[in-house]
Nanobody, 114 residues
Framework: QVQLVESGGGLVQPGGSLRLSCVASGIISRFNVMGWYRQAPGRQREMVATITKVSIANYADSVKGRFTISRDNAKNTVYLQMNSLEPEDTAVYYC????????WGQGTQVTVSS
């Protein structure tokens, strides 16, 4: 079992920045992929960014150049630095841990509005 706790969401103006964090605890596999997904009202959950244990990152086209995913393996933590935020980035952001099975965090709300 793996537990994920996200933090760092909030309300920000367009053009602003936020940093999300997700801490994993429990039985952590040596080989895992962690990532951030988001779900806006009335839309399906979509991948934002993923990162392997050796920090190979993958991004959705809509966030390339604005968001940066990183991880600290010693702390079992993954981060999402979000810059140049747009109203279209408004969503609940979920952390996911994958190592055979998938585990999800409870989600953190990000609202981009003036």
């Amino acid at each position: 079992q793996v537990q994920l706790v996200e933090s760092g969401g909030g309300l920000v103006q367009p053009g602003g920045s936020l940093r999300l964090s997700c801490v994993a605890s429990g039985i952590i596999s040596r080989f895992n992929v962690m990532g951030w997904y988001r779900q806006a009202p009335g839309r399906q959950r979509e991948m934002v960014a993923t990162i392997t244990k050796v920090s190979i990152a993958n991004y959705a086209d809509s966030v390339k150049g604005r968001f940066t995913i990183s991880r600290d393996n010693a702390k079992n933590t993954v981060y999402l630095q979000m810059n140049s935020l747009e109203p279209e980035d408004t969503a609940v952001y979920y952390c996911r841990y994958s190592a055979g099975d998938n585990y999800w965090g409870q989600g953190t709300q990000v609202t981009v509005s003036s």
